[in-house]
Every structure is written in structure tokens, then in C-alpha cells.
């Protein structure tokens, strides 16, 4: 393995930064992507609202507050967002021909070219990997490289932003033993917490650890696996994802579990890592299946299923958490597993991680609004602002343009796209029928690309047309 080298591609603030491609007068402003409600969450942020501290996941008036006036808060357009990605991917399988994509934004890849290359090699094929990514979607990627997968993350979050970081052999050891637990692919909150509790804070304390004490800590399914991580084991293959059905996690115990507390306390870290499952495969799931082996052998299955899709854990296990039953009415147990499936192949839920709070928010009179709708409402006269900012609009003479403002009776509209370069600002009455809906897709302006979409969609990817500017 001595010449492997892995690369990890990861998309530099994608959501954001496709919101600046697409809206050239966002381009350098703190732009902040997500729930624009009470309690909407982040989705993305670009790097000029980062360094006032904003992040993802993080609630958006929290965001807002640390940016301050100048923050530009739009809702999601997953629909572009996908067509983005599809791009970058595209390119990306051009040069790369085995690419394992794990969401919108980011993909592993062995480029066989580079078996027993050297790091400066290494380092100049991802320079013109990036290169190619940038020249055709006008999007940046960071790379990084190493001896497998985990290295490669742990690397292409070092390279960020708009960088490259090739983490040679020599140095993978110390810097593996430096970072905390929760960097090791598949440790998630309940296991940080225990290991922590043990005052086991980095890999390299995880690493010094016996077979036998880590699975006594992470348990017997996950923990030999997450030990060899650990130590700088990964021989895992970089493959293209089949599309799986179903994404689940089981543990077999050593003790049957007799009550309904142990299968609480149980069932969280094998929940857990199912949803780190989920999350790397870039779907989210509706239906959420427990399944519980009794000592007899016998097996009981129960599942409910969402009203949406998500990737969201609190909903995922406070649902698998319902869905146990008690071993005092059915038996001991032995096996518990948890499984997520209704799996939707455009993560367009996980944009909205906050709608199953915000849903029961929503008034009345609004009802025929779908949740989404209901999140990005205007605060205040939703009945008098047909347009929402953010909202794509088309001009019979001015073009496509985005709503920039609205309210008070009025809807400000600036009109550009990728290729327009900074566009006018425009304001109209509310009411105006000069400005009608338009294809969100249309901000991208790439005509020769989505034309040949639409022409052939099983036809090989479209050529690799450096983009007009
Ligand atoms: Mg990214």
C-alpha cells in the first residue's frame, strides 16, 4: 500500500459560493444560506461571513447577529445546487475515473495515474484538478491527498480554503495523534463523549489503546474498525456508490437487555452511526426501521415514516427511540439494529434541517403553503408580497434578475447572472406585472450545458467548454 494515494474533494463553501457565481454582486459580502424563520438554521456560509465567526448548522439568528448589517441571508436553491454539482462532478470524472461521491460537495478518488507518484506529482495533479473545476463551473475546490481516506479528509479540511494539502507518509503519524477523537471517521457525539469521560481526547490516545479496551468502550460491531483508523489502518476502497436501499447499523450484545432503559441507552450510538452512514452517502431517509432479535432468535421489526425526508439525527433517533418496545412485555433481547430508508436522491431536505420545528409554527390562514413555503414567508403581510427575496423573476427587457428586497410594497430586483458580471438594481411595485417567475437554473447561464442536458440525457457528459466570462 506503500503507493497509494487517495484524494478528497471537497467544494469550498458550496452553497454560498454558488450563490455568488450565480449573483455577482454577492461575490466578497458575508452571503448566509438557510431558514430565514425564527428558528432556521444555516446551511451555508461563505468565507467573508465565516470570519465573523457564522457557521453551518449554526441557528440563523445567531449567524446574523455575529455578522451584522451587512449579512445577506437567502433561502436554499437545491434545484441549482444540484445542477452544480452535477457539473463539478462531471469534470471531476473526466480526469478521475473512479469517483466516490458522498454528497453534493464532495468525492474520494484514486486516480490510478497516480500509484507511486511522488508528493510533488501528487501535488501538481490536484493544481490542475482544481484548475479544471474552477475554469468550467467557476467553483473552488480543496484537495487533499494522502494514503487513504481518512488521511485525504483529514487533509482536504487542512487545505481549506481554495487549497491543497498532500499529507506524505512521514508525517501521517503525528498528525493523526494530535487531533481530537471526533476528527476519526465514525465517531460522533455519543462516542466522543465516552471516550472523553475516559480522558481518551486524541487519536493518538485512541491508537495506544487495546483491541480488547476499545471494543469494550465503542462496542464490539464498531470499535475494531475505528481502532485500526485509529492506528492509520485504511485499506478502504475508493469505489462508485451503488445506490443502496437501505443504510442501516446493528449491535449484537454480549448480555441480553432486559428493560426498556438498556435499549434506550443502547440504541443511541447504534442510531448514531447509522446517520453518520446516512450523511456520508449525501441522502436523507423518510422511513426509520428498528429491528429487535429476541434470545430466541426470533425477530420483531417496526418502522414509521416521515413526512419528509431528512438527514437531520435529532429526528432520526427520537424516532427509532419510539419505535422500541419493552423487554419486559416481549422478552430479552439480543440484537438491536436501526435502519434508514425511503432514501431521496436529491438531498433537498437537508437544506431545511429546521422545518420539523418550525412546522408546527406555521398559522393557519397559511395552511395551503407547504412547511418549505411557510419557513421563507416574509415576518410581516405575506398576502401583500407576492415576491420573496431570493425569489428568481425574469423582465420581458431587463432579463433574469433576483429579488433582493421586498416589502412595504415594493420588490427591489437586481438583474444578473454568472456571465453578467454585477448587475443593476431595479425597484417595482409589489403588484407589477412586468416581472414574472423564472427557472432558478437560469441564474448559471449555462445554456451549452443544461441544452445538452435536455437533448440527451443519457448521452456522455457534455465537453468541457471552458465557461464564457
Ligand atoms: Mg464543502
Redesign the pocket.
Known amino acids: 500500500m506503500e503507493s497509494r494515494w487517495v484524494l478528497h474533494l471537497?467544494?469550498?463553501?458550496?452553497f454560498a459560493s454558488v450563490e455568488q457565481l450565480t449573483r455577482p454582486t454577492l461575490r466578497g459580502r458575508p452571503v448566509l444560506v438557510g431558514g430565514l424563520g425564527g428558528r432556521g438554521v444555516v446551511a451555508g456560509a461563505s468565507y467573508e461571513s465565516r470570519v465573523f465567526g457564522a457557521r453551518s448548522a449554526m441557528p440563523m439568528h445567531q449567524a446574523r447577529r455575529m455578522v451584522g448589517i451587512a449579512a445577506v441571508v437567502l433561502p436554499p436553491r437545491g434545484v441549482v445546487y444540484g445542477v452544480a454539482s452535477r457539473r463539478v462532478f462531471e469534470v471531476v470524472r473526466g480526469v478521475v475515473p473512479v469517483v466516490e461521491q458522498l454528497s453534493f460537495?464532495?468525492a474520494f478518488g484514486e486516480p490510478p495515474q497516480l500509484a507511486g507518484a511522488s508528493s510533488g506529482e501528487v501535488e501538481e495533479f490536484c493544481e490542475q484538478l482544481r484548475r479544471r473545476v474552477r475554469d468550467v463551473t467557476g467553483l473552488v475546490a480543496s484537495v487533499g491527498a494522502g494514503s487513504g481516506k481518512q488521511i485525504a479528509k483529514i487533509a482536504s479540511g487542512l487545505a481549506k480554503p481554495d487549497g491543497i494539502r498532500v499529507v506524505g507518509r512521514a508525517e501521517e503519524r503525528s498528525l493523526l495523534d494530535g487531533l481530537p477523537v471526533r476528527r476519526l471517521w465514525g465517531i460522533g457525539p455519543v462516542a466522543e463523549e465516552k471516550l472523553n469521560r475516559l480522558g481518551i481526547e486524541t487519536i493518538g490516545q485512541l491508537a495506544a489503546l487495546t483491541d480488547a479496551e476499545v471494543a469494550n468502550i465503542l462496542g464490539a460491531t464498531i470499535g475494531p474498525a475505528l481502532h485500526r483508523l485509529a492506528r492509520g489502518i485504511d485499506d478502504r476502497p475508493v469505489a462508485e456508490r451503488a445506490e443502496a436501499k437501505q443504510i442501516s447499523a446493528e449491535s449484537t450484545f454480549a448480555v441480553d437487555l432486559n428493560s426498556l432503559e438498556q435499549l434506550h441507552d443502547a440504541i443511541d450510538p447504534i442510531a448514531e452511526h447509522a446517520h453518520q452512514r446516512l450523511l456520508r452517502d449525501g441522502r436523507g431517509a423518510r422511513t426509520v426501521t428498528v429491528k429487535l432479535k429476541k434470545s430466541d432468535m426470533s425477530t420483531l421489526t417496526r418502522s414509521a415514516t416521515l413526512p419528509y425526508a431528512t438527514a437531520e439525527a435529532g429526528a432520526l433517533v427520537a424516532l427509532a427511540r419510539r419505535l422500541l418496545l419493552d423487554p419486559r412485555e416481549i422478552g430479552p433481547i439480543r440484537l438491536l439494529g436501526v435502519g434508514f430508508s425511503g432514501l431521496s436522491d436529491v438531498r433537498q431536505e437537508s437544506l431545511f434541517p429546521d422545518l420539523d420545528l418550525a412546522a408546527p409554527e406555521s398559522e393557519a390562514h397559511h395552511s395551503v403553503e407547504t412547511a418549505a413555503e411557510a419557513m421563507f414567508a416574509p415576518v410581516s403581510e405575506p398576502e401583500a408580497a407576492p415576491w420573496r427575496v431570493g425569489d428568481d423573476v425574469v423582465h420581458r427587457e431587463l432579463g433574469h434578475g433576483w429579488v433582493q428586497g421586498a416589502g412595504h410594497g415594493v420588490a427591489t430586483v437586481r438583474f444578473e447572472t454568472r456571465s453578467s458580471g454585477p448587475g443593476q438594481a431595479r425597484t417595482f411595485p409589489a403588484g407589477t406585472e412586468d416581472l414574472s417567475r423564472a427557472n432558478p437554473i437560469d441564474s448559471l447561464d449555462w445554456a451549452d450545458y443544461l441544452g445538452a442536458l435536455r437533448a440527451d440525457d443519457t448521452s456522455a457528459p457534455a465537453g468541457d467548454d471552458v465557461a464564457d466570462r
Do not use: L
Open positions: 471537497d467544494m469550498d463553501a458550496f460537495d464532495e
